[in-house]
């Protein structure tokens, strides 16, 4: 085995005092990292002999490819990616068993994983690589096709977290998944730092955060690329025992996404409340910053400030219509899709929608072929809105068609249409605008704001 020291000093006093934390190197195990030969049972053996002897790093050496298929993740363990080391997803479908989401295999199935977890950390330069492409149909203009599935999707998400304490994720790249990217599920006391988090932009349903019933998470100085959401809150029904989603702050992050770059839902049958969104830069999303309420959660008490968003158009794939700022509270269509069954709460076939309120947005600077649409299905649904020093220039950049607003998914028509207003809203109350400014580069069907 090889051992790395880790020397505490505790002063004269105590007499110099160190203490070791163990190294278990996965090639100690029998991994090859060859890039070829699966290594799961190597590095799993890696992971179970760290928490036997209490904890430590399960290693990963550097310029080694380590192909592997689903692993569990243990407490008092850290996953450390040496530089230039890579994790990569075996492209097996059949491999995959595990349901992301328990008793609905209609979404995903999990590739790294771990429950009822305590003290668990990913850490180091390398690279872990859910080899998306692998997992996807033909290639198209906007998007990859999905394979056709029934109600068992094979793709694996790359992280799951469900029941974890003091969570760590700090340098790592985490790059190409075939779903979700990190899914934290009920955890507590989690930090996500310098990641650079890569997916290819064309993979439908390829979200890269995602905080599920989840509470006092860090997010700070991450560089997020997804083609769906980069960072998501949300509170899935599949998990309902965890409680809300509260206490969340993401700060100096960038992020490019084909949806919604910052989405809260729209999967919320629970609360989301304390959020805070601030120093963070948005380029070349489909929607900035989204709060698409469809269940009966409510989301309340919600900061985002000293953003810079720019949107612009992408094809219908993708939801969202160039929209920088986005509130909305409209009840969830009746699907009949894959997933359906599980999206209202048991026996019901109609769901309703919470209300969304207390929600502010300070200092935003936004450049896109959309305005700001904020709205709800009755009157108070959506209240106490504050825009405060938000400015907007409306920029043509694409030649999809411009002045509708995405409602989706929504019981009833998913888009409206009209002009361009810099602010369109719907039985919205008690909305406050200060130092809002809004300019019109070669931008002719500009219309003013709607109410």
């Known amino acids: 085995m090889n051992y790395r020291s880790l020397v505490v000093g505790f002063g004269l006093l105590c007499g110099g005092v160190s203490m070791m934390a163990k190294d278990f190197a996965v090639t100690d195990f029998g991994a090859k990292g060859d890039g070829k030969t699966d290594d799961a049972v190597a590095i799993q053996r ?6 036997a002897e209490g904890g430590g790093s399960v290693t990963f050496a550097a310029g080694k490819t380590f192909l592997s298929g689903p692993l569990h993740l243990k407490s008092n363990v850290d996953m450390h990616l040496e530089p230039n080391s890579v994790l990569l997803a075996n492209p097996d479908e059949s491999i995959y068993k595990e349901s992301a989401f328990r008793a ?21 330069t390398g690279r872990i690589d859910g080899n998306a492409v692998a997992f996807m149909g033909a ?28 969570v760590k994720i700090q340098g790592v790249t985490i790059a190409n998944s075939a779903y979700w990217t990190v899914h934290l599920v009920g955890c507590y006391d989690v930090a996500i730092s310098d990641i650079s988090l890569l997916n290819n932009l064309k993979v439908r349903n390829g979200d890269g955060i995602d905080i599920d019933h989840s509470r006092k998470v860090r997010i700070s100085n991450c560089f997020i690329e997804s083609g769906d959401d980069c960072i998501c809150l949300k509170n899935r029904r599949e998990f309902e025992e965890y409680g809300p989603c509260e206490d969340v702050v993401v700060t100096n992050c960038i992020m490019t996404s084909r949806s919604c770059a910052v989405k809260i839902g729209s999967e919320n049958m629970d609360r989301i ?4 969104f601030n120093n963070c830069i948005i380029t070349a999303s489909n929607r900035g910053v989204g709060i698409q309420n469809r269940d009966e959660g409510t989301v309340e008490d919600v900061t985002f400030s000293n953003m810079i968003v720019d949107c612009k158009l992408f094809s ?28 209202f709460p048991k026996g019901a076939t109609k769901g309703s929608c919470g209300e969304v309120k207390n929600i502010r947005f300070i200092n935003i600077a936004s450049t896109s072929e959309n305005g700001i649409f904020i709205g709800g299905d009755v009157p108070g649904k959506v209240s106490n809105i504050l825009l405060d020093n938000v400015d907007l220039t409306l920029k043509e950049q694409t030649a999809y068609p411009k002045g509708v607003y995405d409602k989706r998914p929504c019981d009833g028509e998913g888009f409206v249409s009209g002009k361009v ?11 406050k605008v200060r130092d809002f400014k809004v300019v019109a580069e070669n931008f002719p069907e ?6």
Request: glycine fraction near 8%; charged fraction near 25%.
């Open 139 to 166: 290639e198209l203009d906007d998007s990859f096709e999905l394979k056709p599935v029934t109600t068992f999707d094979p793709r694996p998400h790359v992280l799951t977290l469900i029941n974890a304490k003091n």
């Open 316 to 343: 219908d794939v993708w939801w969202g219509k160039s929209e920088p700022i986005y509130v909305t509270s409209y009840p969830r269509a009746v699907g009949n899709h894959k997933d359906a069954g599980w999206r």
């Open 104 to 124: 609905n295999e209609g979404e995903g199935m999990m590739w790294l994983s771990g429950q009822d977890l305590r003290n668990v950390s990913i850490t180091g």
């Open 273 to 276: 409340a304390r959020v805070l």
């Open 446 to 451: 500009y219309a003013g704001e709607r109410n």
């Open 421 to 431: 207003y810099g602010i369109y809203t719907e039985n919205v109350t008690d909305l």
């Open 46 to 51: 890696a992971i179970d002999a760290c928490m």
